[in-house]
């Protein structure tokens, strides 16, 4: 079996490169600026049909305005593409399932194979094929695309274009309604079946496959060190690269969790012992991981945690001196064999990350305890890396959060891309 994948509103969500550099052109070309509704036609059909078509160019200024465009999309338009989330965990899926996947798009070679490398896609694809010399009939790109005795072939797309390519090849279309296109548009070109979201490719192609396994991973820090924000950049960065993520808490993330978590935090309950401490975290993480975690990851989807069982193991075991053998005993059926694939270490002094964690806001029931108690805990995180070095991902967090954010980004998506392998 083959599938066929166009580029721009199946893969990537590719208007807003597209959009600024339509813009660029016209300003440069010394035009009106183009409004809304004739940028968003520009998806889909050739660049320099469209030029005559929807901003009445001649053959001759349609070929200087492309040259114009690619001025600037080869040298930042093609970064501003987002790969839909969801699409990575459908390709695994029909990959894994004996697909042989390609894509067949409109847009030159050039740009097309900078995009699917940057994003990490190219190594799933075994034909890629673009237009040349100005030619993007889909139904010659489609055949072009194809060895002899296919099989079974499916070419799925967004636009009329993609369609009616499918049918001129005798070829199976897929629309996909999240793209530019719409249901009325695919339908009339001939879309045999139709997917509303990513996902929903791979289940009405390979229905019986099982999904690709996702991942997991957790990210430590003293309290102030910015997990928080970093977890938001981060979630952003992977949603770029087409990964659905799911983000969540401990303690919390689940309605007993949350339950748990006001319990823990909670000013009031200073007398609460080290032991009562323990256990209730281990018992809101055993909800975590059944409730949420584990089901996500066998989903193909990527889980980033706000602290997990190594945090325990610092503040109870380190920090309360409760030891870290005993508090990872009390969190052995908690977490049930489920570990982190990788953990983001945010690497900041325990002083300074308090400094900033009390200039935000006022301080919950842990982080009122001394000096000796965070000293402790900062030393018990570091003690977990000096085991695990291999787990952690160790990033230095006194910088700006765009520095941190942007090392923390490019570890994770080398680890995750890796693994796609």
């Known amino acids: ?49 469209s030029f005559q078509e929807y901003m009445g160019m001649t053959v001759a200024e349609a070929e200087e305005a492309q040259r114009v465009y690619r001025e600037r ?10 790969v839909y ?40 694809m075994e034909s890629v094929v673009s237009a ?37 090849a005798g070829v199976h279309g897929l629309g996909v309604t999240y793209g530019y296109g719409s249901e009325e548009e695919l339908l009339a070109a001939g879309a045999e079946k139709l997917a509303h979201t990513p996902r929903e490719i791979a289940e009405a192609i390979c229905p019986d496959a099982a999904w690709r396994r996702g991942a997991f991973l957790s990210v430590e820090g003293m309290d102030g060190s910015g997990k928080g924000t970093q977890i938001a950049m981060l979630r952003d960065a992977l949603d770029r690269f087409g990964f659905e993520t799911l983000c969540c808490r401990e303690p919390g ?26 256990l209730l975290y281990a018992a809101a993480r055993a909800q975590l991981v059944r409730e949420v975690i584990r089901p996500a990851v066998r989903e193909g989807k990527v889980v980033l945690c706000d602290r997990f069982v190594d945090s325990s193991v610092a503040y109870q075991g380190g920090g309360r001196r409760l030891g870290v053998d005993r508090v990872l005993e009390i969190n052995r059926p908690a977490v049930d064999g489920t570990m982190p694939d990788w953990t983001v270490w945010l690497d900041l002094d325990h002083r300074k990350a308090l400094e900033r964690r009390k200039a935000a806001s006022e301080p919950d029931r842990l982080e009122m305890q001394d000096d000796g108690f965070h000293a ?24 700006s959060r765009e520095a941190v954010s942007e090392e923390l980004g490019r570890e994770v998506l080398s680890r995750l891309l890796e693994a796609e392998r």
Do not use: C
């Open 132 to 168: 040349t010399d100005g030619h993007a009939e889909k139904e010659l790109l489609i055949r072009q695309a194809l060895p002899e005795n296919p099989g079974e072939v499916w070419m799925v797309g967004d636009r009329r274009f993609d369609m009616e390519g499918a049918v001129g």
């Open 1 to 49: 079996m083959w599938v066929l994948f166009d580029l721009d509103g199946t893969l990537t969500r590719s208007e807003e490169g597209i959009w600024n550099s339509v813009r660029y052109t016209a300003e440069k070309l010394g035009l009106p600026a183009p409004d809304a509704e004739t940028l968003r036609r520009f998806i889909g059909p050739p660049l320099s049909w």
């Open 73 to 82: 999309y080869n040298r930042v338009g093609y970064l501003e593409n987002r």
């Open 376 to 399: 402790r805990t900062e030393a018990a995180y570091r003690e977990l890396i000096r085991r695990e070095p291999e787990r952690f991902v160790t990033v230095d967090a006194d910088r």
């Open 253 to 278: 993330g689940t309605p007993i969790g949350e339950k748990i978590r006001g319990i823990l935090l909670d000013r009031a309950n200073a007398d609460m012992t080290d032991e009562t401490e323990a």
């Open 85 to 124: 989330p969801g699409i990575r965990a459908a390709l695994g899926r029909l990959s894994a399932a004996g697909a042989h996947l390609g894509v067949v798009t409109g847009k030159p070679i050039g740009p097309t194979r900078m995009i699917l490398d940057h994003f990490g896609l190219s190594h799933l």
